[in-house]
């Protein structure tokens, strides 16, 4: 698989919803690629109800998906703006050849209202919010969400529901983290999922 990298950029949870309904600025991406793409066009449904971004733990309204092929994180030895590769931030946990290794698939759906609800779906690992900022527990942690290589915010459950985004085509990266927040890292790659969300132009 080809290597790609995430610019860092940082946000605060005042300007979330800013960010996201603005599009958020395009991260940069030094030699980036993407060795494959989900693509989900975005509604032209302009339901203007009270909606926020945040987790779900239950099953959407709307599941019927477009799905497409998304892409598993290559090794992440790409620099930010600060030199460091946002997903390692934290630092990071190896996940030995012997122990069982994680994996995490984003499936995007979108709502039959507004937006899209993401379905975050793992293998060996257990969200476990309880345990966040805890003694590492092997195969539980919890996620980030990065939206166009700017993280947005946790993740502590399977379903995340974005309400807007500007037109355009816009990166979701899901990476799985320990308890205390380092990224966990199988054979030198961190365990991750991209794919891609595509607005067109009117939808917003």
């Known amino acids: 698989m080809k290597q ?9 949870a005042i300007a979330l919803t800013t960010f996201i309904s603005h599009g958020g600025g395009h991260a940069a991406h ?19 109800s009270p909606h926020d971004h945040h987790s779900h733990d239950s099953t959407p309204h709307d599941s019927s998906a477009q799905n497409g092929h998304g892409s598993h994180h290559d090794s992440h030895h790409g620099h930010g703006s600060d030199g460091m590769d946002p997903l390692f931030h934290h630092g ?11 994996s995490v698939t984003v499936v995007v759906h979108p709502d039959e209202r507004k937006g899209w609800n993401l379905e975050i779906q793992t293998e060996h690992f257990t969200f476990a919010p309880e345990q966040i900022n805890q003694a590492h527990q092997p195969n539980y942690g919890h996620g980030h969400l990065y939206v166009n290589g700017v993280k947005i915010t946790r993740i502590y459950g399977h379903w995340y529901y974005i309400e807007t985004l500007a037109p355009g085509t816009h990166e979701i990266t899901v990476s799985l983290h320990a308890n205390g927040h380092e990224v966990l890292v199988h054979d030198g790659e961190a365990i991750a999922y ?11």
């Open 92 to 102: 990071s946990l190896n996940i030995s050849q012997g122990d069982r290794v994680p």
């Open 30 to 48: 030094h030699g980036a690629t993407l060795s494959g793409s989900e693509q989900v066009q975005g509604q032209n449904d302009h339901d203007h």
């Open 194 to 204: 991209t794919t891609t969300i595509d607005v067109p132009a009117g939808a917003e």
């Open 4 to 12: 790609h990298f995430i610019k860092t950029a940082t946000i605060s």
